[in-house]
């Protein structure tokens, strides 16, 4: 496993942006995937947005697609989540996921971070 530490989250207005941060220790950052998941309250934990390893084809969830934007720098150790257009239905506890592949499903992700909060007020 690989220690995550996210940051960046905050409170923001409807139609505001927030960019998330995630650090990963350890020299293996370069050939994992990585992946953005969130989960609001009294709901499941819902996939959100994934990079693979080389940064060149991110994925997202439908319900994010135009607005969010993952991208990493793997000589920073780091992945990002750039929020666009934010909508308050995008409040929720945001993770950062690491694995072997990429992919919509947790069950593929084996590191994660503490999560970080995200709210946005209308």
């Known amino acids: 496993q690989v220690p995550l530490v996210e940051s960046g989250g905050g409170l923001v207005q409807a139609g505001g942006s927030l960019r998330l941060s995630c650090i990963a220790s350890?020299?293996?950052?370069?050939?994992?995937?990585m992946a953005w998941f969130r989960q609001a309250p009294g709901k499941y934990r819902e996939f959100v947005a994934g990079?693979?390893?080389?940064?060149?084809?991110?994925y997202y969830a439908d319900s994010v697609k135009g607005r969010f934007t993952c991208f990493r720098d793997n000589g920073k150790n780091t992945l990002y989540l750039q929020m666009n257009s934010l909508k308050p239905e995008d409040t929720a506890v945001y993770y950062c996921a690491a694995g072997l592949r990429s992919s919509y499903n947790e069950k593929d992700f084996n590191s994660w971070g503490q999560g970080t909060q995200v709210t946005v007020s209308s």
């Open positions: 990079c693979n390893w080389h940064g060149d084809s991110p």
């Open positions: 350890g020299r293996t950052f370069v050939i994992l995937d």
